[in-house]
């Protein structure tokens, strides 16, 4: 039994097809990604139990491409409709105030991901354009759509509400809603029985710092913060974008800069953040140019470091008490650098790590922080695509 997972973007469409009761370090059976579409030249990767195809040729639409996925797939035998496929489960990005849980796709479900557009004008249309396409070749599967704000959807209004003009601001949606929301419950979900605790009497914080990246407060399994807002744009430093900076900076670069909102879209989004700050956005290459001496790049990893621990600190405060702190991610995952600077010097506060488990190298769930630690720290690798494969799988067996 299996669940295509399908990521679907603007120009590109990602899918898996997984075992939704496969181990989070499991590979998918398949893994795929259909690129440039709509470009002259497109680009369709398919890796398999037998190895990878690559099949370049002009992919004009996401059909083309999901179509040309899918004859790759049925010639190896892997085809959807060859193997026991039970669900689809499409990553939405946007479900605003409507959608908490996982949704059997109907029409109306599309229309209200359609209505929610305003609110992720990039994304959603995207995510609808996978879901139509997928769901016209494949209409005997259930199609389920997961929504990436779901896990925050009942946030505490004292975190959601930003402070300004309520009218305004209930005209427009603006709120907090937070984004990788999969990945924080996911993770979140695994840290009570890694440390053997009662799940209802957990409090954490999860750090997801892959190139987006995002941090939660989880009280008993409900969060109850995320550094997200109304846009993926807020919250920590990320490998091009800004995170929090004073709403002021836009003014000033429109009346002073002379910078148009698609300009400042375009900087804040994709020419910031640590790549802003040293030119890379990849720890790795950052971690090479700090070796070098590279004043840049030591002063983008600062500025990381410097508003990740102003997060840590903030949630341990709205926590009160705080049992776990999870990296995940690929940087979470795999920088012992970040992960050590991130938690430096906070014994006072009952958190140590210990040098010796936090240099292991990332091969599953485990403890990195010292016996004594009253705070327990965590490495636990997150999985998109099997956290979306198993809430699908769910939805569907419910039908
Ligand atoms: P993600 O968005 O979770 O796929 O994370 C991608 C990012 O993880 C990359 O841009 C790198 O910055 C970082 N990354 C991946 N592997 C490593 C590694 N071995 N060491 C440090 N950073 C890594």
Same mark, same amino acid.
């Given at each position: 039994?299996?669940?295509?997972? /399908? ?15 496969? #181990? ?17 030249? #497109? ?7 037998? $190895? ?6 002009? /992919? ?28 689809? $489960? ?23 991901? +359609?209505?929610? /557009? ?11 354009? #996978?879901?139509? =396409? ?15 704000? $779901?896990?925050?959807?009942h946030l505490p209004p004292a975190a959601a509400v930003y402070a300004i003009n309520a009218e305004v601001a209930g005209k427009n949606q603006i709120r907090r809603y937070g984004f990788h929301g999969t990945s924080h419950e996911f993770v979140s979900s695994q840290v009570p ?20 990246? %995002?941090? %939660? ?30 709403? #002021? ?30 030119? !890379?956005?990849?720890?790795? &290459? ?10 840049? *790049?030591?002063? *983008?990893?600062? =500025? ?8 840590? $600190? ?7 008490? !705080? ?15 970040? +992960? ?25 769930? +485990? ?22 494969? &198993? ?9």
């Open positions: 039994m299996y669940s295509l997972v /399908i990521n679907s973007g603007s120009s590109s469409i990602k899918f898996q097809i997984v075992d939704p009761n496969a #181990g989070a370090a499991d590979a998918p059976l398949v893994s795929g990604l259909v690129e440039q579409i709509g470009e002259p030249s #497109g680009c369709v990767t398919v890796k398999h139990p037998d $190895g990878k195809e690559v099949a370049q040729k002009p /992919i004009p639409t996401h059909k083309v491409g999901l179509q040309e996925a899918f004859r790759i797939l049925d010639s190896k035998g892997l085809g959807p409709t060859q193997l026991d496929i039970t669900a689809v $489960g499409h990553r939405v990005v946007h479900g605003g105030m409507v959608f908490s849980e996982p949704e059997l796709i109907v029409d109306e479900v599309v229309e209200k991901i +359609r209505e929610l /557009i305003p609110l992720a004008p990039l994304h959603n249309p995207a995510n609808i354009d #996978g879901i139509e =396409v997928a769901r016209e070749l494949l209409p005997d599967i259930p199609h389920v759509a997961v929504f990436d704000t $779901g896990f925050f959807r029985a890694l440390l053997d605790r009662d799940p209802a009497h957990t409090r954490q914080i999860v750090l997801h710092l892959g190139n987006g990246a %995002s941090c %939660s407060a989880v009280a008993n399994g409900q969060p109850i913060d995320t550094s997200m807002g109304l846009t993926p744009l807020a919250g920590l430093v990320m490998g091009t974008r800004c995170g929090d900076i004073d709403p #002021g900076i836009i003014f000033h670069l429109t009346r002073q800069g002379g910078m148009s909102i698609d300009e400042i879209d375009n900087l804040l989004n994709r020419q910031s953040g640590v790549k802003g700050l040293s030119g !890379v956005n990849d720890f790795r &290459q950052l971690r090479a140019m700090i070796e070098d001496e590279n004043q840049d *790049a030591w002063m *983008a990893y600062n =500025v990381y470091i410097n508003q990740l621990r102003r997060y840590i $600190g903030s949630y341990m405060i709205a926590l009160g008490r !705080v049992d776990a702190i999870t990296f995940t991610a690929g940087v979470g995952e795999n920088d012992r650098f970040v +992960r050590r600077d991130a938690l430096d010097n906070l014994e006072m506060y009952g958190i140590k790590i210990s040098d010796e488990r936090n240099a292991m190298p990332n091969d599953g769930p +485990r403890i990195i922080s010292t016996d004594d630690s009253a705070v327990k720290v965590l490495v636990v690798p997150t999985n998109e695509e099997l956290a979306i494969a &198993q809430k699908a799988a769910k939805v569907a067996a419910r039908m």
